[in-house]
C-alpha cells in the first residue's frame, strides 16, 4: 500500500537554528514529489515539486532534496513567519497524491 | 485572479440534513478535486475529476457525490451528513492529472 511518512510530527526551533523535516515514502512508480505549507485555517499553498532522485530546488531559507526513499525540507535560519504546518505528498502512479500526516513547525524569536 | 473559491466557509448540521459545498476555479485548469483533512491525518481524496465530463472516485468516497457542472465549478453533496463527515474540505485544481495541484481556503463543516 502507498504510504508517505512525515517526521517529526512536530518541532520547534529557535530563530536562526537550522533544521530539517523528513518525508519517507513508499509510493509505487513515483511520478513526483510535492512539498505545501499549511497555516492555521487555511489551504496548502504549493512549495516544490521533485521528480528525480538527486534533484533539488530553492526557495528563500527552504531547500528540499529528494532520493529514492525520501525527502528532506531544510530550513535554514529560520524565522518566526516560517511557523506553519508542512505536508509532503507522493503523486502515485494513477496521479493521485498520497499525502503524510504533516510536521508542525514552531520557530520563536 | 481569486485561484481557487469555496464557499461556505464553515457550515453546522444536524444529522441527516444534505448539502452542497462549491467550489470554482479561474485558472483555466482542467482537473478538479475535493479532499477532507482530518487531525493527525493526511489530507485524503474524496472524488476528482480528470477533466469537464468525468468524475472519478478517491480513497474516501462514501457518503458524498460530485457534479462537475463545467470547467471551472466542481460541487460536493452530502445527502445525508453524520458525524463521522465533520471534517475540513479542501476543493483544488490543476492544469491536468500530473501537474501541480492548487488548494482553496477550506470549508469547515461541523455535523452534530
Known amino acids: 500500500e502507498d504510504q508517505v511518512t512525515q517526521s517529526p510530527e512536530a518541532l520547534r526551533l529557535q530563530e536562526g537554528e537550522s533544521s530539517s523535516l523528513n518525508c519517507s515514502y513508499t509510493?509505487?512508480?513515483?511520478?513526483?514529489l510535492f512539498w505545501y505549507r499549511q497555516d492555521p485555517g487555511k489551504g496548502p499553498e504549493f512549495l516544490f515539486t521533485?521528480?528525480?532522485a538527486g534533484e533539488e530546488k530553492e526557495k528563500e531559507r527552504l531547500k528540499a532534496t529528494l532520493t529514492k526513499k525520501e525527502s528532506f525540507l531544510h530550513i535554514t535560519a529560520p524565522k518566526p513567519e516560517d511557523s506553519a504546518t508542512y505536508l509532503c505528498?507522493?503523486?502515485?502512479?494513477?496521479?493521485?497524491?498520497?499525502f503524510g500526516s504533516g510536521t508542525r513547525l514552531l520557530v520563536r524569536p | 485572479n481569486a485561484g481557487v473559491t469555496q464557499t461556505p466557509k464553515f457550515q453546522v448540521l444536524k444529522t441527516g440534513q444534505s448539502m452542497t459545498l462549491q467550489c470554482a476555479q479561474d485558472m483555466n485548469h482542467n482537473s478538479m478535486y475535493w479532499y477532507r483533512q482530518d487531525p493527525g491525518m493526511g489530507l485524503r481524496l474524496i472524488y476528482y475529476?480528470?477533466?469537464?465530463?468525468?468524475?472519478d472516485k478517491g480513497e474516501v468516497p462514501n457518503g458524498y457525490n460530485v457534479s462537475r457542472l463545467n470547467k471551472r465549478e466542481f460541487s460536493l453533496r452530502l445527502e445525508s451528513a453524520a458525524p463521522s463527515q465533520t471534517s475540513v474540505y479542501f476543493c483544488?485544481?490543476?492544469?491536468?492529472?500530473?501537474?501541480?495541484?492548487?488548494f482553496g481556503p477550506g470549508t469547515r463543516l461541523l455535523v452534530l
Open positions: 509510493v509505487s512508480g513515483l511520478r513526483g
Open positions: 505528498a507522493g503523486l502515485d502512479s494513477s496521479y493521485k497524491l498520497i
Open positions: 483544488a485544481s490543476s492544469r491536468d492529472l500530473r501537474e501541480t495541484q492548487y
Open positions: 475529476s480528470a477533466s469537464e465530463g468525468t468524475t
Open positions: 521533485l521528480y528525480s
